[in-house]
């Protein structure tokens, strides 16, 4: 069975930082593009930041711009997604997804189906909350 279990969500105040991690089993995601989304409060999800498969590309949607990164550890097949200067904005549910296609960029994962709809694989999700 294909799981990719988040850690590391919680509360917050602005300006914190928080890293978030994302360990996949059942299956190796070394040839996979792999990000994160989130959805905040009433709003739909939305693409993050994505990563491809060798980790040389990333994709970040604007308003994380400058402040998220996302870094992959295809030995231990995980994913992390750092972020810094946390705005209450960010308060969503953030989850962790990977593609099902192999050798992918991270473009086709994140950016082109910002939505998700490339996502072949999802976690559970994890609550962020920035309290202002």
């Known amino acids: 069975q294909v799981q990719l279990v988040e850690s590391g969500g919680g509360l917050v105040q602005a300006g914190d930082s928080l890293r978030l991690s994302c360990a996949a089993s059942?299956?190796?995601?070394?040839?996979?593009?792999m990000g994160w989304f989130r959805r905040a409060p009433g709003k739909e999800r939305e693409f993050v930041l994505t990563?491809?498969?060798?980790?040389?590309?990333?994709y970040h949607a604007d308003p994380v711009k400058g402040r998220f990164t996302i870094s992959r550890d295809n030995n231990k097949n995980t994913v992390s997604l750092e972020m810094s200067s946390l705005k209450s904005e960010d308060t969503a549910v953030y989850y962790c997804?990977?593609?099902?296609?192999?050798?992918?960029?991270?473009?086709?994962?994140?950016?082109?189906?910002?939505?998700?709809?490339?996502?072949?694989?999802w976690g559970q999700g994890t609550q962020v909350t920035v309290s202002s």
């Open positions: 990563i491809g498969w060798s980790g040389r590309t990333t």
């Open positions: 997804a990977a593609s099902s296609r192999p050798y992918g960029t991270g473009q086709g994962l994140g950016p082109m189906q910002p939505q998700g709809s490339g996502v072949g694989y």
């Open positions: 059942g299956r190796t995601f070394g040839d996979d593009a």
